[in-house]
């Protein structure tokens, strides 16, 4: 087993950034392929992007490509979310999820749940 704890979340102006960070403890992190989901109030919890158990590949939701990039530090045990020029259609309570059973891209894959951490934009 895994737990996961979000941290970084906050509040920015639009075209401002935040990183995300996603310590995990428990198992070996880098056995777990890890990904970021986000909720918006009164939506469906929704795929951010994902990365592979090594780092070397990396999935995004076209929303966010080229303004989010996902990274992590196996020997950290720590997974990022560095976010970039921020827009209000961003704000979202962020997860860290890992060990996927299924499609990368789909909730109900993972296992293991962050508690989440809010990122709100104003414009």
């Known amino acids: 087993q895994v737990q996961l704890v979000e941290s970084g979340g906050g509040l920015v102006q639009a075209g401002g950034s935040l990183r995300l960070s996603c310590a995990a403890s428990g198992r070996t992190f880098s056995s777990y392929v890890m990904g970021w989901f986000r909720q918006a109030p009164g939506k469906e919890r929704e795929f951010v992007t994902a990365?592979?158990?090594?780092?070397?590949?990396?999935y995004y939701a076209d929303s966010v490509k080229g303004r989010f990039t996902i990274s992590r530090d196996n020997a950290k045990n720590t997974l990022y979310l560095q976010m970039n020029s921020l827009k209000p259609e961003d704000t979202a309570v962020y997860y860290c999820?890992?060990?996927?059973?299924?499609?990368?891209?789909?909730?109900?894959?993972?296992?293991?749940w962050g508690q989440g951490t809010q990122v709100t934009v104003s414009s």
């Open positions: 999820a890992a060990e996927t059973r299924g499609s990368i891209y789909e909730r109900a894959s993972y296992v293991y």
């Open positions: 990365i592979s158990r090594r780092g070397g590949s990396t």
